[in-house]
């Protein structure tokens, strides 16, 4: 219990740090007690940088949203239905695929960044959304998770129900086996969604235009510049606050899912 | 960074290139500089820089060039992973036309075979004397009719100090780093420190050893040298090593809480720093406005005047641009206009590299913070006393990770700097061969 505690506290402090960061003013955040509040100044850093060079960094933070939650839906969507395959179709090859896709969780995406972009260069395609956004719909741990999930929870004889009634593959696959599948689908966007939104390295290569940055590059570009304009180093403390928000949300809406979702497998 | 056999040629040609052994037989420098003409039609360059507010320079030249657009692109600053962008994108191809590097990586570029020779467009080497001298052998590398990179901002060095601190207690302000020595000790004395050295910023160390007249590489016709341990470097070494032995000089990291603390409380007394500096202590130490003053570095030589420089960049041509004529002219109008070097200084406080730079109107103003001082005028002096012999070497990153390694070690009490330097001698020699850059014995 002791132990929980302490390795709680280890974990929160740097929140509660950072928290109470923000809510000072420039001058004060040396002078005053690190871990608690001077004055409150919270609502006016915030206006502050937001408004810093025309809102530059509200459009980050929509272009974090786009890319980790566009690319989530879609990396979702294809890691559900390739796993789908896997689990509950037969062929040939089938598992030599997933062991090639299981071969895939092994590579870091970082090691991956550099071939990308040499690979984006060729067709003039870097410093693009695209640059950023086509990379992020690749998750071979969703379709992992997808085929364990599907294996385990679509049962075969629904499926043979289905197509006795009349219905299509697929109609099959999104009005029967997706619903089923749901609290691992939940698992595989969440992951998916904090993994593109934490992804600092392969936006950092491809991108050189600040309206396409996503909010952790442009708060790492700012942080590089504190030394030429002091006033940086507030405001990334308080973007970061207020990059983490949607990280918050994301798994509270979404936890009760991804909790069943994440046992899935484990028991049969 | 990978090594391939082209690169290892490439970078063997460019250092006979450097070296001025080339007998110009049609290198790639060659031929890209001979092309310096003007473009048809209307030219879209690319320019890669980290200057926050950039963009406000690059519009006043967009709205006077319709012809000639230039497209602003960013990133963090060049050591945190804009120069590997660079590299990565000349292997790819597609590197901007413009780019902003800093002088010590400069070396580094030249070596790859990352820079397009402008030295062949008139109006480049036309341009030279409105230059600070060592700021322009900084971007030729001492070349003849060469220029990589047209100099944009400067980081004279000179001494600010707690004004009201030393009058106080009676201690006079030190002329010579012998009297910097002796004050450090009446400093103490009261509880402070007189400066602080700062285990992190190597490039201060190495403005120290530029001020004291040495240099850290250089070439001997066909190959590198490389002295980090050379007598006046290490006689900086001893210097620094002492003062921390005697418990004279604080070591806090530098740009850290703990570092703005030490100022803002008045525990630490001086900086000799950068002219950037100025906002860096404005900002860092806010409760003690008005209460610094600018003075001389300290000197070696009694009724010497020198002075070392920490930073500043170039605005280079990457090889590939299509358009070196006009990247030329929009470097040199950026570095070298009023208008552009007033706004640049508002925006970024960048300290201009030219001569008339220096006496601009924006920068002939007492700043409030330093008591109404000119504090500028100093740096003015400073600037025109930094000697031109200073040479930055190709591989720079590991050098400096060599040299902040040991002296984290040695501010802890484990091993000195002198030490840190003959390590990091070694280990620059070896990386370079490891990259096939030829280094005198």
Request: hydrophobic content about 45%.
């Amino acid at each position: 219990m002791v132990i929980m505690a302490v390795f709680t506290l280890y974990f929160l402090i740097p929140i509660w740090w950072l928290f109470v960061a923000a809510t000072k003013d420039r001058s004060q955040l040396t002078g005053t007690n690190p871990l608690w509040f001077a004055d409150i100044n919270l609502v006016q850093n915030i206006t502050e940088v937001v408004s810093y060079r025309d809102g530059v960094f509200l459009r980050w933070v929509v272009n974090s949203l786009a890319y980790a939650g566009g690319g989530a839906l879609i990396a979702t969507m294809l890691a559900g239905m390739c796993g789908y395959a896997l689990a509950k179709y037969d062929f040939r090859g089938r598992d030599l695929l997933f062991n090639v896709f299981l071969g895939g969780v092994l590579v870091p995406a970082t090691a991956l960044a550099l071939p990308l972009f040499l690979m984006f260069s060729q067709i003039n395609a870097t410093n693009t959304f695209w640059s950023v956004f086509l990379p992020s719909i690749v998750s071979p741990f969703g379709v992992y998770l997808a085929r364990i999930y599907a294996g385990a929870s679509v049962p075969d004889e629904l499926i043979e129900a289905s197509r006795l009634d009349g219905a299509s593959e697929l109609r099959t696959f999104f009005t029967v086996s997706v619903k089923l599948m749901f609290p691992a689908l939940v698992t595989v966007f969440l992951f998916q969604f904090v993994a593109i939104w934490n992804n600092f390295f392969l936006p950092l290569i491809m991108l050189r235009d600040e309206r396409n940055f996503p909010v952790t590059l442009g708060l790492y570009t700012w942080n590089s510049q504190v030394n030429q304009i002091p006033e940086l180093r507030s405001y990334v403390l308080v973007g970061a606050l207020l990059s983490i928000i949607p990280l918050i949300v994301a798994f509270l809406l979404l936890q009760r899912f991804w909790r069943s979702g994440l046992g899935a497998g484990s028991v049969k | 960074m990978r090594i391939t056999k082209s690169v290892t040629a490439v970078a063997l040609v460019s250092l006979l290139a450097l070296t001025g052994c080339s007998t110009g037989s049609g290198g790639s420098d060659d031929a890209a500089a001979a092309e310096c003409k003007p473009s048809d039609g209307d030219v879209t360059l690319s320019f890669t820089s980290w200057v926050p507010g950039i963009e406000d320079v690059v519009s006043i030249w967009n709205k006077e060039n319709p012809k000639i657009q230039v497209k602003v692109q960013t990133g963090p600053n060049g050591n945190s992973g804009t120069y590997q962008n660079f590299f990565n994108q000349l292997k790819a191809g597609n590197a901007p036309d413009l780019g902003q590097i800093e002088y010590d990586a400069l070396p580094n570029f030249r070596v790859q075979d990352g820079l397009m020779n402008i030295g062949a467009c008139e109006e480049v080497l036309a341009a030279k004397d409105e230059f600070v001298d060592w700021t322009w052998s900084q971007v030729s590398f001492d070349e003849q009719d060469a220029a990589y990179g047209i100099p944009q901002d400067s980081g004279p060095m000179a001494l600010f100090y707690r004004s009201d601190l030393f009058e106080q207690n009676g201690i006079a302000v030190p002329t010579t780093w012998a009297e910097f020595a002796d004050a450090a000790e009446k400093v103490r004395a009261t509880g402070s420190y007189i400066t602080n050295f700062s285990q992190n910023d190597i490039n201060q160390f190495a403005g120290f050893v530029w001020q004291a007249g040495g240099t850290w590489f250089g070439d001997d016709g066909d190959a590198w040298t490389v002295d980090l341990t050379g007598e006046k470097s290490t006689m900086v070494a001893d210097y620094w090593q002492d003062l921390i032995d005697r418990d004279l000089v604080s070591t806090y990291p530098g740009w850290t809480t703990e570092w703005d603390n030490a100022y803002n409380t008045g525990n630490v007394w001086s900086w000799n720093s950068a002219v950037w500096g100025a906002n860096s202590i404005s900002t860092g130490a806010p409760d003690t406005a008005g209460k610094w003053s600018v003075a001389s570095s300290p000197q070696w030589k009694n009724g010497d005047a020198v002075s070392g420089n920490w930073g500043g960049s170039a605005t280079a041509v990457f090889t590939g641009s299509k358009h070196p004529y006009e990247a030329a002219k929009f470097a040199l109008w950026l570095n070298s206009s009023d208008e552009a070097l007033t706004k640049l200084n508002e925006v970024a406080n960048l300290y201009p590299a030219t001569t008339a730079g220096l006496k601009l109107p924006i920068l002939s103003e007492g700043v409030e913070f330093y008591g109404n001082q000119k504090i500028y005028d100093i740096f003015a002096t400073a600037s025109s006393e930094v000697p031109s012999g200073f040479t930055w070497g190709p591989t720079m990153t590991q050098t400096y990770n060599s040299v902040s390694d040991g002296f984290k070690a040695a501010v802890s009490g484990k091993g000195t700097l002198g030490e840190s330097l003959k390590t990091a001698q070694d280990d620059t020699i070896k990386s370079m061969e490891s990259q096939s850059i030829p280094v005198a014995k």
